[in-house]
């Protein structure tokens, strides 16, 4: 096992996992998998940008401790969450005879995890899946709850299942071959654990910013916490019937931006949610739920981090305000056609806002266009 490395369990019964956080797992994930998964057949699924990063390790790893693992590796970006892509992933799993009882192990970032994971949730009925995440974004969020998913034309990952990993394998070090953009749009995500119902973690992240982005010791602790707070919301509502939801702070608007700049690089995921939590705490002030001072000093602590925060920002066009409604009504947290939002009571104080009147949300799209 490794000899320095966070540990956080979530406790699912028959299906509990830990979450392994360190600075050389992906050199030691050989050991690892082999104390834990003997035997196993392994089917690996990355992108051409992490193969070329990050691959030989993972390879020369499992490799030395006796696994002979198929490699799958696809086009890198938000567009490979595809039908295609789900396909080809799939056909090459059966093509190399992977079983049941085989490993499908997810190296990549947050788009890798989604598609990886929802193969291994239908190929051969449900097979082991292992999340090693190589960006921030991943390691913090989509990697850990069992969320897995690809985007369809009319929305963003509206077709997927809940299918937990057995284990995630989150090693720092992959952290370091980010650029400042992607390690950004990844802090976002760790902010919206605290702007939930941490406002303690909020305000240590304000304070320790500068030392997670330049990698000292309060990265590893934010990723745990993050982590944590993560696994705490599945334990309590593993399929989002309930309070999970509220880990969508920010992302009805996000995935309506994502929708409208066609998931490309226009907009990463983090910048769309950084927009989002922004645009929701706005939109709370406004209906008098939170206090408008809450959303200058968290719109300027993600400026700090280099993160777009108003509806300006997003380059190009996204349409007029009927075009974003209308994407944000295709959110899978609308309920009979009747919109659903995360809002706020103020930072650490989110809560789901049902039935939001829509006249209400256009109008106030409307004047954050030109804000």
Same mark, same amino acid.
């Given at each position: ?40 057949r392994i089917g690996i699924v990355t ?7 990050? $691959?030989?390790?993972?390879? =020369? #790893?499992?490799?030395?401790? +006796?696994?002979?693992? %198929?490699? @799958?590796?696809? &086009? ?38 989604? $598609?990886?994971?929802?193969? =291994? #949730?239908?190929?051969?009925? +449900?097979?082991?899946? %292992?999340? @090693?995440?190589? &960006? ?38 992959? $952290? ?9 749009? +990844?802090?976002?995500? %760790? ?89 929701a705490h706005r939109f709370s002030a ?28 997003v380059p190009g066009d996204i349409g ?52």
């Amino acid at each position: 096992m490794p000899t320095s490395h966070h540990t956080v369990h979530v406790p699912l019964g028959d299906r509990a996992y830990d979450i392994l956080i360190g600075k050389r797992l992906l050199d030691e994930a050989g050991v690892i998998l082999a104390e834990r998964f003997a035997r196993a057949r392994i089917g690996i699924v990355t992108d051409e940008n992490v193969a070329r990063a990050q $691959l030989p390790r993972l390879l =020369a #790893s499992l490799r030395q401790s +006796g696994f002979q693992p %198929v490699e @799958i590796v696809l &086009s890198p970006g938000e567009s490979t969450k595809s039908y295609a892509h789900l396909e080809r992933t799939i056909e090459a799993l059966l093509e190399a005879r992977l079983e049941r009882g085989d490993l499908v192990v997810a190296l990549g970032g947050g788009v890798i995890g989604d $598609l990886a994971g929802f193969a =291994a #949730s239908v190929t051969r009925r +449900g097979m082991k899946l %292992v999340q @090693i995440p190589t &960006s921030l974004l991943a390691q913090v969020d989509s990697s850990v709850g069992g969320k897995t998913a690809i985007n369809s034309p009319h929305g963003k990952n509206l077709i997927g299942a809940f299918h937990q990993p057995s284990l995630v394998l989150a090693d720092q070090s992959t $952290l370091d071959t980010l650029d400042e953009r992607q390690f950004a749009a +990844g802090y976002a995500e %760790v902010v919206k654990y605290g702007l939930i119902d941490d406002e303690k973690f909020y305000f240590w992240l304000e304070e320790h910013r500068e030392e997670i982005f330049a990698g000292g010791a309060a990265r590893a602790e934010a990723i745990a916490r993050s982590c944590a707070a993560k696994a705490r919301f599945v334990v309590a509502d593993e399929t989002e019937t309930g309070d999970r939801a509220l880990l969508n702070l920010g992302h009805t608007f996000a995935h309506a931006l994502e929708k409208l700049t066609g998931y490309s690089d226009r907009l990463l995921h983090g910048e769309a949610v950084s927009i989002g939590m922004v645009l929701a705490h706005r939109f709370s002030a406004r209906l008098g739920h939170a206090p408008s001072q809450d959303t200058g000093r968290i719109e300027n602590h993600l400026r700090q981090a280099g993160l777009p925060t108003r509806l300006t920002d997003v380059p190009g066009d996204i349409g007029d305000t009927d075009a974003l409604l209308e994407a944000i009504g295709q959110d899978k947290k609308v309920r009979r056609g009747a919109l659903t939002f995360i809002l706020t009571r103020g930072i650490g104080r989110a809560f789901i806002e049902h039935d939001v009147d829509r006249d209400t949300v256009w109008q106030f799209l409307e004047r954050m266009r030109t804000r």
